[in-house]
């Protein structure tokens, strides 16, 4: 139980050690899909290029948003390049590593699609069963004689094989083997190609602006990890809040019904010194922030305008931004200075 | 062994788990000590489970939603597809098949989660001290929707994925002039064969190529629907996605902020609630030990007394071990309970923690007619 929640925690520490986990899962479901998904080649001369076609084409794109839509990073991308500037500059570099760390985890479930399509063959057979070379495979002599409608409505129906009626122009087995072959040459091919531009990539890439690609690396996880500690902290705010406020309400019922009583027979809500602890550390868990208006502020000045990435400075909030040159006094000489004033 | 030394709700997890303070009933015992580790071990992980999956709502509502996604997948592989194949039933048959099952399980998405009950009552609660803000009520609507449409959609697009629906459902609407094996039919004849289409076994229709043909070209275009609406919905999902940072993200966070903090209230207030029960019902069975010893007292001083010794003791004043619960011991009567209760609904406190809460302190006009704890309600007094 320890090891399994210690590997989920490790997992959902990093967005994109997470994402790494989807990717993986996506990627044996898009196979899984596949293989439950039932073919149905039309067979009809028409229709057989646009259904293999979307076939192909139609579950990667799915598969591709998808993979981005589950991306949390996503709304992330979208926030930081909309976001006003504010007191943080934005950075091009951290978006653009952003949005090709996702690109290319979103891409790896549709390259498996078309790798499994490519690999079965049936996808292929469907789309180009009527442009087999009939004067190779099977009786050429005979294919003059035809008109070509004709033609397309037999060989459409290689797929199929409880409806084909043209073993006398061509036997299907050879079309199918034929067509087979060549669809699985392509989908090594394909496969092939997309390992080597991965490896070419990923060992290529130090060699140019490794300096510039680790700063964007550390600053593109610090804004997802502040992100969600922004969202466990309002979190953490609500739950204070929503402490508080009942307990106030009980407590003012219970005043309530004092002030009503001439017998004073309840117990008094004196607080306990246990009871005025836990109230005072539910309150410092609320950090001063007490009610609506306030809290609304604090949302609206963090998108409109986020603070500085330099810590160790107590710069007011609503303020000018003191950029701080010198070190700025402290609060206490401040206050002790004007009160002797 | 377990042994009810104490009991009392744990942090966070509600009243539905209470937890049980384990005590080894004798130091000397060591295999029952063993036991009782070992067993609170257990006890402490599946606390930490239950309350890691309580922590945040939102990942709850969505391991629902997933769940019900995958029972959805589970019931539609295992219901046995059954066309009438004739004529007028195969399309009420069909689209029945494909659209009543997402019904249920959008109307079981709604009831499964808890936060649409939680957007009634805050839709509906009277505005109290507390304004309403339509922009959470919107908020929470749209994700609760959100969440509910996954498993009728699972449903809809397996359905047409696996194309037996549409077969069964439009066999009859097929043109029969695509398909050049109808030529010597008369219409009637080839009505009663579309409609036999979908059941393979059917004598009339077993082992023809024309209705091999119509089936497959119902599949598949069926199975180009689906992948159409998938495609649809996932661009859809994509750009709400992207681009919602880009209209009133401010707005956003704050509706995002305040219903989730709606939901936490209602659940905490939940929780306080099931405290102050508990520990009335705790006071009030001691209360009652309490007067019956005094009763028995005063019946067998006319009979030849108790003896001192078997006296219970005093109610603890301070029953919860100094845990500091005064706020919840001052509501002592169902009375009480009630007005606190309709309260909460009809006049919630404002947000505002800082506020005195003179200026909205509920119910100064009812006070009159609460009771004293301990006497009978036999009388109400006139404001």
């Known amino acids: ?341 | 062994m377990l042994t009810e030394a104490k009991c009392s709700p744990g942090p966070g997890a509600g009243c539905i788990w209470p937890v049980w303070e384990i005590h080894p009933p004798h130091p000397g015992k060591a295999a029952n000590r063993q036991r009782s580790t070992q067993a609170a071990a257990v006890m402490d992980r599946f606390r930490m489970l239950f309350q890691n999956l309580q922590s945040s709502s939102e990942s709850v509502m969505n391991g629902i939603c997933l769940l019900l996604a995958a029972v959805t997948v589970k019931m539609y592989s295992s219901f046995d597809f059954n066309c009438p194949c004739l004529a007028r039933y195969n399309a009420l048959y069909g689209l029945g098949l494909l659209l009543t099952p997402p019904l249920a399980l959008f109307l079981c998405g709604l009831l499964v989660n808890r936060q649409s009950v939680v957007m009634v009552e805050e839709w509906r609660r009277p505005a109290g001290h507390r304004k309403k803000d339509l922009g959470i009520i919107r908020y929470m609507c749209s994700s609760v929707l959100q969440r509910a449409l996954a498993a009728p959609m699972v449903w809809i697009l397996l359905a047409l994925l696996d194309g037996k629906c549409f077969v069964c459902a439009f066999s009859n609407s097929v043109d029969p002039e695509k398909f050049l094996d109808f030529a010597n039919m008369t219409p009637s004849q080839v009505q009663l064969f579309l409609a036999k289409v979908p059941c393979k076994e059917d004598e009339m229709v077993k082992d023809s190529p024309a209705r091999k043909a119509v089936s497959r070209y119902l599949r598949c275009l069926s199975q180009a629907i689906g992948w159409s609406i998938t495609l649809l919905l996932i661009v859809v999902a994509f750009l709400a996605r992207c681009l919602r940072p880009c209209f009133d993200q401010t707005v956003f966070l704050q509706r995002r902020y305040w219903s989730n903090y709606v939901d936490l209230e209602q659940k905490l207030f939940d929780e306080t609630c099931c405290e102050h029960a508990r520990d009335f019902a705790h006071r009030c069975v001691l209360h009652f030990f309490a007067s019956m010893q005094s009763e028995l007292r005063a019946l067998g001083l006319h009979r030849g007394g108790i003896p001192e010794s078997q006296e219970l003791p005093e109610p603890p004043e301070d029953l919860d071990g100094g845990s500091g619960k005064a706020h919840l011991r001052a509501i002592s009567s169902r009375e009480q309970v009630d007005h606190l209760l309709s309260t909460w609904y009809s006049s919630k406190p404002p947000l505002d923690l800082a506020a005195s809460p003179k200026l909205w302190r509920p119910g100064l006009n009812h006070r009159a007619s609460i009771a004293a704890p301990g006497t009978k309600l036999c009388h109400q007094v006139d404001v």
Request: aromatic share 10%; proline share 6%.
């Open chain 1, 1 to 341: 139980m320890d090891k399994f929640r210690m590997i989920f925690q490790f997992l959902q520490s990093n967005q994109e050690s997470f994402m790494n986990g989807i990717c993986g899962i996506m990627a044996l479901a898009s196979a899984q899909i596949y293989s439950a998904f039932d073919f149905n080649c039309p067979c009809l001369p028409g229709y057989n290029v646009a259904y293999s076609m979307g076939i192909l084409l139609t579950p990667p794109l799915v598969l591709f948003l998808l993979g981005l839509v589950m991306n949390n990073n996503i709304s992330m991308l979208a926030e930081e390049w909309k976001r006003p500037a504010g007191r943080r500059a934005k950075d091009p570099a951290v978006l653009r590593y952003m949005f090709c760390s996702m690109a290319q985890r979103a891409l790896i479930a549709p390259v498996v699609w078309v790798a499994v399509t490519l690999l079965d063959g049936k996808c292929f057979l469907c789309a180009f069963c009527t442009a087999v070379p009939v004067a190779t495979l099977g009786n050429g002599s005979l294919v003059p004689g035809l008109p070509a409608a004709e033609l397309a409505r037999l060989l459409a129906r290689v797929p199929c094989p409880e409806i084909y009626d043209g073993n006398w122009l061509l036997a299907r087995e050879v079309a199918v083997r034929y067509l087979r072959c060549i669809s699985q040459a392509l989908g090594w091919s394909f496969v092939l190609l997309t390992t080597l531009l991965a490896f070419v990539v990923r060992s290529v890439r130090p060699c140019f602006t490794q300096a510039a690609f680790l700063k964007s690396k550390y600053w593109s996880h610090y804004i997802d990890i502040e992100r969600k500690l922004f969202d466990e902290t309002c979190t953490e705010h609500a739950k204070a809040f929503a402490k508080v406020c009942i307990q106030q309400f009980f407590e003012a019922m219970n005043h309530d019904l004092e002030l009503g009583h001439t017998h004073g027979v309840l117990a008094t809500a004196a607080a306990t010194p246990v009871e005025a602890d836990r109230t005072e550390e539910e309150r410092e868990k609320l950090r001063g922030i007490t009610d609506q208006g306030t809290m609304n502020k604090l949302l609206t000045s963090w998108h409109k305008c986020k603070p500085p990435l330099r810590l160790g400075q107590e710069a007011p909030l609503m303020g000018n931004g003191w950029a701080g040159i010198e070190p700025r006094p402290p609060r206490k000489e401040v206050a002790t200075y004007f009160s002797k004033v």
